[in-house]
C-alpha cells in the first residue's frame, strides 16, 4: 500500500525520532505564525509520549488552540486565529 502524501496543512512525523520531530513541529509552527491565522494537523501515530512533549515543550508556550480529536488519538489540531 502507497504511503498517503501529506497535505499542505499536515505534517507527519511517522518514523522520526523525537528530536528531530520536535525541531520539524517548531519550524513549521514558527513559519505559518508568520503568514498569520492557520490550522496545521500533526500527525504523531501512536506515540503519547511525542504529543506530550509537543505540548509540554512546544505549544504549552503559546497562545494557539490545539487539541487531540476524538476522530484519531494520532493526531493534533493546532488553530491560530488573528482578527
Given at each position: 500500500m502507497a504511503k498517503r502524501?501529506?497535505?499542505p496543512d499536515e505534517i507527519d512525523l511517522h518514523?522520526?525520532?523525537h528530536?528531530?520531530?520536535?525541531?520539524?513541529v517548531r519550524n513549521t509552527l514558527a513559519k505559518r505564525d508568520e503568514r498569520g491565522s492557520f490550522s496545521l494537523t500533526i500527525i504523531t501515530?501512536?506515540?503519547t509520549v511525542l504529543q506530550e512533549r509537543?505540548?509540554?515543550e512546544i505549544l504549552h508556550f503559546t497562545n494557539y488552540t490545539y487539541y487531540v480529536?476524538?476522530?484519531?488519538l494520532g493526531q493534533i489540531i493546532?488553530?491560530?486565529i488573528e482578527l
Amino acid at each position: 500500500m502507497a504511503k498517503r502524501k501529506p497535505q499542505p496543512d499536515e505534517i507527519d512525523l511517522h518514523g522520526l525520532r523525537h528530536k528531530p520531530a520536535l525541531e520539524l513541529v517548531r519550524n513549521t509552527l514558527a513559519k505559518r505564525d508568520e503568514r498569520g491565522s492557520f490550522s496545521l494537523t500533526i500527525i504523531t501515530g501512536n506515540s503519547t509520549v511525542l504529543q506530550e512533549r509537543i505540548f509540554e515543550e512546544i505549544l504549552h508556550f503559546t497562545n494557539y488552540t490545539y487539541y487531540v480529536p476524538s476522530w484519531n488519538l494520532g493526531q493534533i489540531i493546532v488553530e491560530n486565529i488573528e482578527l
